[in-house]
C-alpha cells in the first residue's frame, strides 16, 4: 500500500528565510504520481503541482521548487524567499497512475512570522 | 468562471441522523472526487465520479455513498451517523482523473 510521510509537523520562520518542507513516500507501483497542496485557513485545498514518477528533473514556479529524487523516494518542497502569505499547511500526496485516488500526507504547517 | 461550489458549508447533526451533502464542480468538469479530513485520520479519499460512474471508492464503510448526476453535480450521503464523521468533507472537481480543484468543504458536526 502507499504510503507519504511529512516527518515535519510544524515549521516556524521568519519572513524571508527559505523554508524546504520534506515528504517521503512509499509504493509499490512503477509509475505514479506524486503532488503538493496546500490548504490555507479557508480550507480548501489549492493545488500546487504534479509530477510524474518518469519525470525526476527539479521544477521552479517563482519562489517555490520541487526536488524529485526517486532513488531515496522523496519529493521536497522549497519557498525561498518564504512570505506571511504563504502560511498554511502543505500537503504531499500520492496517485496511483491506475486510478483516482490520492494517498495524502500527515501535513506540515507552515508559520511565517513578519 | 465559478469554482468548486459545497453546500451547505456548515452542518451540525446528532448520531443516528443521516445528512447529504452537495458539491457543484466546475462547468465542464465531469470528474467529482471527495475526500475526508479529521484531526486524526488526516485526508482519507472517499470516492470519485466520472460523468456519473463511480470509478474509485476507498476504504470506508457502506454507510458512506455518493452518486453524480447528468449535470456532473454530485452528493454524498452518510447514514446513521457516528462521532467519529465529525469532519471537514472537501469535494474537488477536474477534467483530467486527478483531483485539481477543490471547494470550501462543508464542515460536519456529530453531537
Known amino acids: 500500500a502507499q504510503k507519504v510521510t511529512q516527518a515535519q509537523t510544524e515549521i516556524s520562520v521568519v519572513e524571508k528565510e527559505d523554508v524546504t518542507l520534506d515528504c517521503v513516500y512509499e509504493t509499490r507501483d512503477t509509475t505514479y504520481y506524486l503532488f503538493w497542496y496546500k490548504q490555507p485557513p479557508s480550507g480548501e485545498l489549492v493545488f500546487l503541482i504534479r509530477?510524474?514518477?518518469?519525470?525526476?528533473q527539479n521544477e521552479i514556479s517563482g519562489r517555490y521548487s520541487w526536488n524529485f529524487q526517486k532513488s531515496t523516494s522523496s519529493f521536497n518542497f522549497t519557498i525561498t524567499a518564504s512570505q506571511v502569505v504563504d502560511s498554511a499547511v502543505y500537503f504531499c500526496?500520492?496517485?496511483?497512475?491506475?486510478?483516482?485516488?490520492?494517498?495524502f500526507g500527515e501535513g506540515t504547517q507552515l508559520t511565517v512570522n513578519p | 468562471k465559478a469554482g468548486v461550489t459545497q453546500t451547505p458549508r456548515y452542518l451540525i447533526k446528532t448520531r443516528g441522523q443521516q445528512v447529504t451533502l452537495s458539491c457543484s464542480p466546475i462547468?465542464?468538469?465531469?470528474?467529482v472526487s471527495w475526500y475526508q479530513q479529521t484531526p486524526g485520520q488526516g485526508l482519507q479519499f472517499l470516492f470519485e465520479?466520472?460523468?456519473?460512474?463511480?470509478?474509485n471508492k476507498g476504504n470506508f464503510p457502506g454507510r458512506f455513498s455518493g452518486r453524480q448526476f447528468s449535470n456532473s453535480r454530485s452528493e454524498m450521503n452518510v447514514s446513521t451517523l457516528e462521532l467519529g464523521d465529525s469532519a471537514l468533507y472537501l469535494c474537488?472537481?477536474?477534467?483530467?482523473?486527478?483531483?485539481?480543484?477543490f471547494g470550501p468543504g462543508t464542515r460536519l458536526t456529530v453531537l
Open positions: 509530477r510524474n514518477s518518469f519525470d525526476e
Open positions: 465520479y466520472f460523468s456519473e460512474t463511480q470509478r
Open positions: 500526496a500520492h496517485e496511483e497512475t491506475s486510478g483516482s485516488r490520492l494517498t
Open positions: 462547468s465542464g468538469h465531469r470528474s
Open positions: 474537488a472537481s477536474s477534467l483530467f482523473v486527478f483531483p485539481k480543484f
